[in-house]
């Protein structure tokens, strides 16, 4: 099957298109898919479509729903199944567009986290060719949509800014310019946009319009919000005036050729106390004193940003750099973000856990005792449980390994103050979007 909702909702059986019926029908489908594995009762299907005050009619509507939509359905609905008095529809990985897209934007992140622009670039493009419209278009008044509307609505303005940010990696400010001021027209509060379209004007030549695209971001943020810019945008601005080689991309590229590791895709700047104490943390692990970072923000502080400077600065030093993420779409197997940073990671086969994260500490022993090692997992509001006690359990043996661990979670993750407890230091960010 193929199930799409970025955009009007279409679903395919190979090259056959479902006919989804009326409005009630498709918004049934819709609900089963934001729903995706869970029983939802007849009672909360008929609350979320019709609210308060249903018709009496509402149960034999949905009965009717329900029997048409498998009727539809390949091998007699079977995906489609009834669990007492419930309803569940089993959707298998990558039949839903937006889990596709997710999986897309994570790859795409996790390229550009490694340094690798153009690949990183391919896979978001690949992503964002998903897209046919406003998410869920179809049900853009429905209360059921709602929420998950906007969020896939901030999700793909993230992923249109880190494509940006992996073709301003890659050198290609010139085609950018026109796209970023059309975005900025259309997010005019968003700083990594307007950060980015000063890079991309000053990378063309263009610095008179880059200061006067600093301006005009600082009038919309005083007229529409009463604040001035935060310290990022005032320290692009003064990069600008001074011509500063740091913001210029052809140095930057020469500096890699010259040297293993690279620098974030976009300078990292007003972070100058964070990258002082992880410059610190640095000389600790590479002298063998082992530490837990944990950095905490909300959306959009530049948490991510600042972990990519930190691994870069790593690699120029000689470390081997590990980057894992929390999946937050659903369908995650345990350990996740430890599975992507590291491909010798054991399976857990049953042995009791405190066995298990033994094992995971000897190998990453053995690993940084070859080449030291910075392990950076981002995303930890969406981590499992036991990847959050496996941190805990590695960072409590850290101390005498030459290892650097970078732990990245949004305000009110699981388990910030256990964390906190077992780290050096907590960096707390605050909002700069």
């Known amino acids: 099957m193929d199930y799409r909702i970025l955009g ?32 939802l009762t007849r009672d909360v299907i008929i609350d979320e479509l019709w609210g308060e005050t249903p018709p009496p009619t509402a149960a034999k ?16 609905g079977a995906a489609l199944r009834t669990v007492g008095g419930a309803y569940a529809l089993e959707v298998a990985s990558g039949e839903l567009d937006r889990d596709r897209f997710e999986q897309g934007l994570a790859k795409g992140r996790a390229a550009l986290a490694a340094g690798e622009s153009e690949e990183a670039a391919e896979q978001l493009r690949t992503a964002l060719a998903l897209w046919r419209g406003g998410p869920l278009s179809d049900f853009s008044y429905e209360h059921f949509a709602q929420e998950e509307i906007a969020r896939l609505e901030e999700l793909h303005v993230e992923a249109v800014e880190d494509r940006i940010d992996a073709d301003l990696a890659g050198g290609r400010a010139e085609g950018l310019v026109a796209e970023l001021e059309a975005l900025v027209g ?29 301006r005009d971001a600082r009038r919309t943020l005083l007229g529409e919000l009463g604040i001035e810019p935060t310290r990022a945008l005032q320290e692009l601005e003064k990069a600008i005036l001074a011509q500063d080689p740091a913001i210029d991309v052809e140095p930057r590229r020469a500096a890699r050729a010259a040297a293993p590791g690279r620098h974030a895709a976009t300078p990292v700047v007003g972070r100058d106390d964070e990258l002082t104490v992880f410059d610190a943390a640095l000389d600790d692990a590479l002298a063998g004193r082992g530490r837990l970072f944990v950095v905490v923000g909300p959306p959009g502080a530049g948490k991510t940003h600042l972990a990519d400077e930190v691994a870069s600065r790593a690699k120029v030093r000689g470390a081997a750099v590990r980057w894992g993420r929390g999946w937050d779409g659903g ?19 049953g042995a009791e856990r405190f066995r298990y994260f033994a094992a995971v500490t000897e190998l990453l022993r053995t690993e940084a005792a070859k080449q030291p090692l910075v392990l950076v997992l981002d995303d930890l509001q969406a981590a499992d449980e036991d990847s959050l006690l496996l941190l805990e359990f590695v960072a409590s043996e850290v101390a005498e390994m030459p290892m650097l661990i970078v732990g990245v979670a949004r305000d009110g993750a699981p388990r910030l103050e256990e964390l906190a407890r077992v780290a050096t230091r907590t960096l707390q960010l605050g909002s700069r979007t």
């Not at 509507?61 to 007699?76: F, M, T, W, Y």
């Not at 259309?186 to 600093?214: F, I, N």
């Open 331 to 349: 369908d995650a197997p345990p350990y996740w973000p430890w599975r992507q940073a590291i491909r010798e990671l054991p399976e857990h086969d």
């Open 186 to 214: 259309r997010h005019p509060l968003r700083e990594r946009l307007r950060r980015q379209l000063m890079l991309a004007l000053y990378r063309t030549g263009r610095q008179a319009e880059a200061l006067a695209a600093y």
């Open 8 to 39: 009007p909702l279409e679903a395919f059986d190979g090259e056959r298109a479902l006919s989804l019926g009326g409005t009630r029908q498709r918004s049934v489908l819709a609900l089963l898919l934001l729903r995706a594995q869970e029983a």
């Open 61 to 76: 509507v949905l009965q009717n729903c329900i029997s048409a939509l498998r009727k539809e359905l390949p091998d007699g």
